[in-house]
Structures are given as structure tokens and as C-alpha cells.
């Protein structure tokens, strides 16, 4: 009787450690080194189209760490990375960043940095002398910075006045941009000629912006105009492109979709309505991003954008902790 015991408990352990049916799959997902992979085929892909196409991703750089070792093959295939509140902004706007987010943060861009990876990072940030300090902090790491006024992007600051490192250079390389733009949110404009007009009229080296403008795509004609500074140089312009969420004011979103249904899309976000948390290791919601002629990178790469800012980066982490 003891030894049939013995025998039916040893059965029950081995069942358990080679992952039976009660197990939950998840259990085995490696949540980074599945977003890893996914900004490297992005990369891969878009670069073997066109080799200076520059890809960013924003935030979750922890990614840039395996372990106790530097992710090299992560880093190797991104240009720059990108952070947001640095030094003001989290977690209240126009409020100093707590010391220890901001040296945590810093020490994941600075293995970044000493890789020759070019460093953006947006305060939002609004009071005049936090604006200068913002500026004043991010010029003496070596970073480019951009202070946000509003979280929703959606203005071009008129201050400061002229820009830090302007410059009437032509921007070919990222490794060459001083300063940059980011507006996402259209709402204040009243179309896209007066969109593409006041971005005419400024001298920032890099322009991050939607792809679309409603429900289009920019022509050539209004790509062509978003490439060039009012002082005659020409800047570059990249797309931003959230891969962590799906949305549901985007070209690819369907009536009927709900949590659940398609299997990839897990849950709304209570913080931006609209917004849905994807399993984005799933290979349906991989096909919307990237890989086929009909995907969403490609359309920005024939768009004439001169890379991608991808968001929502940090999705692992809301997994790892659910």
C-alpha cells in the first residue's frame, strides 16, 4: 500500500512539471523576450526595405537588459530610445519626476547611450523656469528633449524661442537631430493644411506624428512639405505606431470586435478609453502591424516616413503582473 503511494505521488510531480492540461499556458510566456522579438522583426523588416529607416521604441527599457546581461541583439536593431517624464511629469504634469523613477529610468538609457543609441526623452512640463530646466538637465546627459506642455501633444509650444541647437542643417540621421517635435492630436487645428502649416513654420529637426491625418494618409505633396523647416533645412519625420494597444478609431479596427473576440485582444484601458491591451506576441495581431503589404508599418514606410515611434512598449509589464 505505501509503495502504491509512493508510486501515484511521484506520478502527480511528474505530471505537474511537464505542464499538464490544469496548467495555464501563460505561465510559460516569456512576456520581455516576446516584446524583444517583436520590435526586432519590426525592425528587420522595415530595414530591409530601406536601411536608414530608424525605429524608437518608447519606454519599457528594461528590454534593454537580459537577466544580468545587456540585450545586444534588442539594441542592435533600434535607433534610439525614448522616454517619457524624465525629469517632470510623473506622475503629475509641470511636477518634478520622483529622483528614484528618474535614476531608474537613467540607468537603462544610459546603457542605451553608451551603445550609441540616440537618447529623446519628453518632459511635460508648462511653468517657464521648469521648462529651461528641463532643457538645461537633458542638454548635459546629451539627450534630445522636447518639453510637452499638455500630455494630450497636441500643441507646438510657442516658448522656447529659438529652439535649443537649432540649426538650418539638413537632418538625414537621427544622430544628427537637436531637437524635436511630438503632435499626435489634431483637435486644435482645423484641418490638415492648417495641421501641415504650422509645422511649416518651425525649425525642429524630427517630427514625431500620427500617420494619419483623420482617416488618410499624408500625400506626397504634404509629406514632402512636413520634411522642411521654415530656415530651409529639412528634418526628419517618423510615425508614431502603438504596438503594445490596439485602438479603435484606427483603419484596422472592426465593428464587431470586443475583449475577447478577436482572441488578441485582452482588455480596455481604463485610462484611455479606446485603447485595448493586446496579447501582441499573438501572430494575427503581429500580421496588423507589420509583415505584408496590407500591415500598418508598410503603409507608413510608403507613406515616406523616415521611421517609427513605437508606444506602448512597457505592455509586458502589465502582463507580468496580472
Given at each position: 500500500?505505501?509503495?502504491?503511494?509512493?508510486?501515484?505521488?511521484?506520478?502527480?510531480?511528474?505530471?505537474?512539471?511537464?505542464?499538464?492540461?490544469?496548467?495555464?499556458?501563460?505561465?510559460?510566456?516569456?512576456?520581455?523576450?516576446?516584446?524583444?522579438?517583436?520590435?526586432?522583426?519590426?525592425?528587420?523588416?522595415?530595414?530591409?526595405?530601406?536601411?536608414?529607416?530608424?525605429?524608437?521604441?518608447?519606454?519599457?527599457?528594461?528590454?534593454?537588459?537580459?537577466?544580468?546581461?545587456?540585450?545586444?541583439?534588442?539594441?542592435?536593431?533600434?535607433?534610439?530610445?525614448?522616454?517619457?517624464?524624465?525629469?517632470?511629469?510623473?506622475?503629475?504634469?509641470?511636477?518634478?519626476?520622483?529622483?528614484?523613477?528618474?535614476?531608474?529610468?537613467?540607468?537603462?538609457?544610459?546603457?542605451?547611450?553608451?551603445?550609441?543609441?540616440?537618447?529623446?526623452?519628453?518632459?511635460?512640463?508648462?511653468?517657464?523656469?521648469?521648462?529651461?530646466?528641463?532643457?538645461?538637465?537633458?542638454?548635459?546627459?546629451?539627450?534630445?528633449?522636447?518639453?510637452?506642455?499638455?500630455?494630450?501633444?497636441?500643441?507646438?509650444?510657442?516658448?522656447?524661442?529659438?529652439?535649443?541647437?537649432?540649426?538650418?542643417?539638413?537632418?538625414?540621421?537621427?544622430?544628427?537631430?537637436?531637437?524635436?517635435?511630438?503632435?499626435?492630436?489634431?483637435?486644435?487645428?482645423?484641418?490638415?493644411?492648417?495641421?501641415?502649416?504650422?509645422?511649416e513654420n518651425t525649425n525642429y529637426d524630427l517630427l514625431i506624428i500620427d500617420a494619419f491625418y483623420s482617416d488618410r494618409?499624408?500625400?506626397?505633396?504634404?509629406?514632402?512639405?512636413?520634411?522642411?523647416?521654415?530656415?530651409?533645412?529639412?528634418?526628419?519625420?517618423?510615425?508614431?505606431?502603438?504596438?503594445?494597444?490596439?485602438?479603435?478609431?484606427?483603419?484596422?479596427?472592426?465593428?464587431?470586435?470586443?475583449?475577447?473576440?478577436?482572441?488578441?485582444?485582452?482588455?480596455?484601458?481604463?485610462?484611455?478609453?479606446?485603447?485595448?491591451?493586446?496579447?501582441?506576441?499573438?501572430?494575427?495581431?503581429q500580421n496588423l502591424i507589420y509583415g505584408n503589404e496590407e500591415s500598418y508599418l508598410q503603409m507608413i514606410i510608403d507613406s515616406g516616413f523616415d521611421?517609427?515611434?513605437?508606444?506602448?512598449?512597457?505592455?509586458?509589464?502589465?502582463?507580468?503582473?496580472?
Amino acid at each position: 500500500m505505501r509503495t502504491n503511494l509512493i508510486l501515484l505521488f511521484l506520478i502527480i510531480i511528474t505530471w505537474f512539471s511537464c505542464g499538464n492540461i490544469l496548467s495555464d499556458p501563460e505561465d510559460s510566456i516569456n512576456y520581455r523576450a516576446e516584446m524583444r522579438s517583436f520590435v526586432q522583426e519590426i525592425s528587420s523588416y522595415a530595414k530591409s526595405q530601406d536601411q536608414d529607416f530608424v525605429v524608437i521604441p518608447q519606454n519599457g527599457h528594461q528590454l534593454v537588459k537580459d537577466g544580468d546581461n545587456v540585450a545586444s541583439a534588442y539594441l542592435n536593431t533600434v535607433d534610439g530610445l525614448a522616454q517619457e517624464s524624465l525629469f517632470f511629469g510623473y506622475p503629475n504634469d509641470d511636477m518634478p519626476t520622483e529622483a528614484s523613477s528618474t535614476n531608474r529610468w537613467l540607468n537603462f538609457l544610459n546603457i542605451g547611450k553608451d551603445a550609441g543609441k540616440s537618447i529623446l526623452v519628453t518632459d511635460y512640463v508648462s511653468t517657464t523656469f521648469k521648462v529651461n530646466n528641463s532643457y538645461s538637465q537633458n542638454q548635459s546627459l546629451d539627450f534630445i528633449s522636447f518639453a510637452a506642455p499638455e500630455r494630450d501633444l497636441k500643441t507646438i509650444p510657442s516658448y522656447p524661442n529659438p529652439l535649443p541647437g537649432e540649426n538650418s542643417n539638413d537632418i538625414d540621421q537621427l544622430s544628427e537631430a537637436r531637437n524635436f517635435l511630438y503632435l499626435l492630436n489634431k483637435e486644435d487645428f482645423s484641418g490638415a493644411e492648417d495641421f501641415i502649416s504650422a509645422i511649416e513654420n518651425t525649425n525642429y529637426d524630427l517630427l514625431i506624428i500620427d500617420a494619419f491625418y483623420s482617416d488618410r494618409l499624408y500625400s506626397e505633396e504634404e509629406m514632402a512639405r512636413l520634411h522642411q523647416k521654415e530656415n530651409g533645412g529639412t528634418r526628419m519625420v517618423v510615425s508614431y505606431l502603438s504596438i503594445g494597444e490596439a485602438e479603435d478609431y484606427r483603419y484596422y479596427w472592426q465593428d464587431e470586435w470586443e475583449v475577447g473576440d478577436p482572441e488578441w485582444l485582452f482588455s480596455e484601458n481604463p485610462n484611455w478609453l479606446g485603447n485595448y491591451k493586446v496579447e501582441y506576441w499573438n501572430s494575427n495581431w503581429q500580421n496588423l502591424i507589420y509583415g505584408n503589404e496590407e500591415s500598418y508599418l508598410q503603409m507608413i514606410i510608403d507613406s515616406g516616413f523616415d521611421g517609427v515611434y513605437l508606444d506602448i512598449i512597457d505592455g509586458f509589464q502589465y502582463f507580468e503582473n496580472l
